[in-house]
Antibody
């Protein structure tokens, strides 16, 4: 079975950094693009970032203003999100999600349980 | 303000049917990008409900169906059940933003 398990969330001060991890199992990790999607408390879903199966292509939401970096480690079957210069508005549950694409149309077929990031002094 | 517009809430009695709309524009749904739907039960992660406009993943009841026309899409739920009470999100791709976009979500209440 496909499993995605996020970790690394917690309380961080404004301006601080945090690295999230997502351990993947049950599928060939290198075959699929992976994503981070976040959800602020009581709010809707917001796409954050995508990394291709090869790791050679990365994409980010404009709202991040270059503060986040997505990466993946094939030896550990793990997806990462390095978050720098954190702001209060980055407070959210962060989900990792597997990408499925057909003809350029992509959706998220499996999601992790999420990890909560709270940015506050 | 979400790129895709959904009604904040809908409701229906058990056994009834409801429809949730998702309105986009010429840079997303109207540009022929597919629409996908997710169900988020209270306190849980989102789950894929409908992909590529009208396809159900294995295990999703056929009470759930999707459609798309022009710059809009819809999710229909027939034979409402108490366990359908959840938030529902549509998702597509936007060529102007060069990224994935979601609707703001619709809370379904089963009366």
């Amino acid at each position: 079975d496909v499993q995605l398990l996020e970790s690394g969330g917690g309380l961080v001060q404004p301006g601080g950094s945090l690295r999230l991890s997502c351990a993947a199992s049950g599928f060939t990790f290198s075959t699929f693009a992976m994503n981070w999607v976040r959800q602020a408390p009581g709010k809707g879903l917001e796409w954050v970032s995508t990394i291709s199966g090869s790791g050679g292509d990365t994409y980010y939401a404009d709202s991040l203003e270059g503060r986040f970096t997505i990466s993946r480690d094939y030896s550990k079957n793990t997806l990462y999100l390095q978050m720098n210069s954190l702001r209060a508005e980055d407070t959210a549950v962060y989900y990792c999600a597997r990408d499925r694409c057909s003809g350029g149309n992509c959706y998220f077929d499996y999601w992790g349980q999420g990890t909560l990031v709270t940015v506050s002094s | 303000q979400s790129v895709l517009t959904q009604p904040p809430s809908v409701s229906g009695a058990p056994g009834q049917s409801v429809t949730i709309s998702c309105t986009g524009s010429s840079s997303n749904i109207g540009a022929n990008y597919d629409v996908h739907w997710y169900q988020q039960l209270p306190g849980t992660a989102p789950k894929l409900l409908i992909y590529e406009n009208n396809n159900r993943p294995s295990g999703v009841p056929d009470r759930f169906s999707g459609s798309k026309s022009g710059t809009s899409a819809s999710l229909a739920i027939t034979g409402l059940q108490a366990e359908d009470e959840a938030d529902y999100y549509c998702q597509s791709y936007d060529s102007s933003l060069s990224g994935v976009v979601f609707g703001g979500g619709t809370k379904l209440t089963v009366l």
